[in-house]
């Protein structure tokens, strides 16, 4: 469970000085993904210090950088240890990763990868020429299916304790009634529900067809559509329609919208600039949203009390 290698140097099967030298992060998976689609050659891994994220994300954030590339290139010797002045990256580091600059500071040339590591030996095959669909990054539906329970996981144990704070502050608001704050949790509840399934579920696996180009704006109509679920499936409960309905209809659509951002470093949709824009002005909606939501809760808690 420990998700870190130490940068540095590794051989990989009987690595000599001809051998090629890949350049990946100190990501474990990354780092275990790149040994095993190079099983049965003999090569070099050139490990970053990219403080445990992967490659992509890395890049994007400047940790699997020129500089970092340069310094792990000095720091292991590489130069005395092979005598082909050649590095092979992932094309996802491309972003931070200045190929001229580390071949004036290094006399290394940087040479960009397929996309996937699964195609490493046709690329050593054909001479380290890259077809087109080496070159091409999707988000198909079954990698954003795979990241689903990656996000409901946290998103659900998070909702616990908020739902343990909403029973105890509904049960002082509706005067010490335990039956109905149990009745105003369950409100709650299904709404914290109806934000995971529109958030973590819904909208990864809707992505390519819903509206928008920001996340937090795609999160929207999967949020809206689980907000008039919810006011449906709580209607038993007895309380003011409106304050309880605009509660729901706030709130669900916001919490949506934020859970949908995580996934902006998973796809292909976005870039650093654009998400540090979107973040800018989604999150205070966010935040007002499910504030707003909250207060019109405990207005709802008050007056049906």
């Given at each position: 469970m420990r998700y870190t290698v130490d940068p540095g140097l590794y051989a990989l099967g009987g690595a000599g000085p001809e051998s090629p030298v890949f350049v990946t992060a100190n990501y474990k998976m990354s780092f275990d993904l790149l040994r095993r689609a190079l099983a049965g050659n003999n090569a070099w891994i050139l490990v970053l210090d990219t403080q445990g994220i992967n490659v992509w994300c890395a890049a994007g954030k400047g940790t699997f950088g020129t500089d970092e590339l340069v310094n792990r290139i000095e720091s292991t010797g590489l130069a005395r240890v092979v005598s082909l002045r050649r590095l092979i990256l992932p094309q996802l580091g491309a972003p931070g990763i200045s190929a001229h600059e580390v071949r004036k500071r290094s006399g290394f040339e940087v040479v960009y990868g397929p996309v996937r590591a699964d195609d490493l030996r046709a690329f050593l095959r054909d001479g380290l020429v890259a077809a087109g669909r080496m070159r091409t990054k999707d988000f198909g539906f079954m990698e954003r299916l795979a990241l689903v329970p990656m996000e409901i996981v946290p998103a659900a144990k998070g909702a616990l304790p908020v739902a343990a704070a909403l029973f105890g502050l509904s049960f002082f608001v509706s005067g010490l009634s335990a039956s109905r704050a149990l009745?105003?949790?369950?409100?709650?509840?299904?709404?914290?529900?109806?934000?995971?399934?529109?958030?973590?579920?819904?909208?990864?696996?809707?992505?390519?067809?819903?509206?928008?180009?920001?996340?937090?704006?795609?999160?929207?109509?999967?949020?809206?559509?689980?907000?008039?679920?919810?006011?449906?499936?709580?209607?038993?409960?007895?309380?003011?329609?409106?304050?309880?309905?605009?509660?729901?209809?706030?709130?669900?659509?916001?919490?949506?919208?934020?859970?949908?951002?995580?996934?902006?470093?998973?796809?292909?949709?976005?870039?650093?600039?654009?998400?540090?824009?979107?973040?800018?002005?989604?999150?205070?909606?966010?935040?007002?949203?499910?504030?707003?939501?909250?207060?019109?809760?405990?207005?709802?808690?008050?007056?049906?009390?």
């Open positions: 009745d105003w949790t369950l409100v709650a509840l299904v709404s914290l529900g109806a934000s995971i399934l529109a958030g973590a579920v819904l909208t990864p696996l809707l992505l390519p067809w819903l509206p928008g180009r920001a996340f937090s704006t795609k999160g929207l109509a999967p949020g809206l559509l689980f907000a008039l679920a919810a006011l449906v499936l709580t209607g038993t409960v007895h309380h003011p329609k409106v304050a309880g309905a605009l509660a729901q209809l706030l709130s669900i659509p916001a919490m949506t919208a934020y859970l949908a951002m995580n996934f902006t470093g998973s796809s292909t949709f976005t870039s650093l600039s654009g998400v540090q824009k979107e973040m800018r002005w989604a999150l205070p909606l966010e935040i007002g949203g499910t504030a707003a939501g909250l207060a019109l809760w405990i207005t709802a808690v008050l007056a049906g009390g």
